[in-house]
Each structure stands twice: as C-alpha cells, then as structure tokens.
C-alpha cells in the first residue's frame, strides 16, 4: 500500500511551451501532498505544499505563476510548468502525506524528469 | 532558520566496515528527523525515522538533541547498502512536509 505514482516519468519540451506534471496517490488518500525539485547532484528542495481544494503555499523564491498547482481531488496534484526555459530543467519529485498506522507518512513518487530544449 | 546539514557528498567504504552517515539540523522546536535512502533509479524511500527507534537493514540512529544531530550507523556495511542517503526534518506537527540535507551518497566496495 501507499503508493504515489507521477506522470510523465521523463518529458522534453521546447522552451516557452507548458508542461503539466501529475502526482497521484494510488492506494490511499492525499490531503496534503508535496512538490519538491532535485538538481543534479543536489538535495530536495520544497517547492509547495498543496492541500486539496485550497491554494497552495508555496516556499520563498517559487513564482506561483511559473509553476501552477492544482489539487483538485484527494488523490491528485498537478504541477504545471507554464512557459518553460532550459533554466527549468530538473527533476521533479512530488510526495504525499498519509497515515501509515498512527504516524504521518510523506510518500514519494518516482520523479519526472523535466528537459527544455 | 530550519537547516539540515550533512557534511559529507561521498562516503566510501570497504564491504564489512563501519558506517557512520553524518547529520545535523537547526530547528527551533521539536522536530522529528528521518532517514530516507534512494537506490539506484529507484524512489526515495523512508528508512527509519527517530521517533521508532528501530533498526531498519542494520541501521540505526540516535537523536542526540544536545549535539543536534541524527547520525545513520551500522556496524557491517553491505555492497548493497550502496545508495544516495538523505537526512530530512519535519515540524512538530508533521504534516508530511519535509526539509532535507544535500545527502550523502554511500558506496560500498567489495
């Protein structure tokens, strides 16, 4: 159980075009789930927390225009990269937060790898 | 300010030796601290969280609130204990919201 899926695994897109990133939590539902973003080589970074049915926060520095959030249901986030740039380029990695027993447990996605040429 | 730091980018070891995966954080409050592992394209994965006090595959981990660190340790590293590990923290609260270290990637030689 508790398992969070995201689609696509990889894109290539041209630069000033949107790409939209799902995060779906499969077996269990998601009030809150998580958007972060992995350079190369480097950590985690939160991008925003989106709870379902309301705005999402997002972190110091994100520009919420550039990346659009949705949580439209409890069992699925989008991220949506709007005019993208070859800065953009990244790994893309979403989790969501569920109860394992009594505890809080974020579970995370395999990542997309997001490439604009 | 929440911070996370592990010190280390690379840790080699030969298969038998001792492990020890550094980290330390800054948070104000309570904080829970955690262990993930990522293999090789895999997803990350939770591999024991400080609350638990378990020992997951051999590793184990104090919270040593005085030192403000987390360190992973097991006694006989494993070929396949070969894996990127990050350290992370979430609030008191937990809401699943995590920060993370720079992580440290761990090869095991044989």
Redesign the interface.
């Known amino acids: 159980g508790a398992v969070v899926s995201q689609h696509p695994s990889w894109v290539i897109c041209k630069s000033g075009t949107s790409v939209k990133i799902e995060c779906r939590s499969l077996d269990f539902q998601a009030t809150?789930m998580?958007w972060?973003r992995q350079f190369p080589?480097?950590?985690?970074?939160?991008m925003a927390?989106s709870n379902e049915g309301s705005k999402a926060t997002y972190e110091q520095g994100v520009e919420k225009d550039k990346f659009l959030i949705n949580h439209a249901s409890l069992t699925l986030s989008t991220l949506t990269v709007t005019s993208a740039h070859p800065e953009d380029s990244s790994f893309y990695?979403c989790?969501?937060?569920?109860a394992r027993g009594f505890?809080?447990?974020?579970f995370?996605?395999?990542?997309t790898r997001l490439t604009v040429v | 300010a929440q911070r996370v730091t592990q010190p280390e980018?690379l840790l080699s070891v030969f298969k038998g030796a001792p492990v020890e995966l550094k980290c330390n954080y800054s948070y104000s409050g309570s904080p829970e601290l955690f262990w993930y592992v990522q293999y090789s394209r895999?997803?990350?994965?939770?591999l024991l969280?400080h609350?638990s006090r378990e020992s997951i595959k051999g590793f184990t981990a104090d919270l040593n609130k005085g030192e403000t660190s987390f360190h992973l340790k097991k006694p006989f590293a494993q070929e396949e204990d070969s894996a990127m590990y990050?350290c992370a923290l979430s609030g008191s609260s937990?809401?699943?919201?995590?920060?993370?270290?720079?992580?440290t990637t761990l090869q095991v030689k044989p």
């Open positions: 809150t998580f972060y080589k480097q950590s985690l970074m939160l927390t990695i989790s969501a937060s569920g505890r809080t447990e974020a995370f996605g395999q990542g | 980018k895999q997803r990350l994965q939770l969280r609350i990050y937990n809401t699943g919201k995590l920060i993370f270290g720079q992580g």
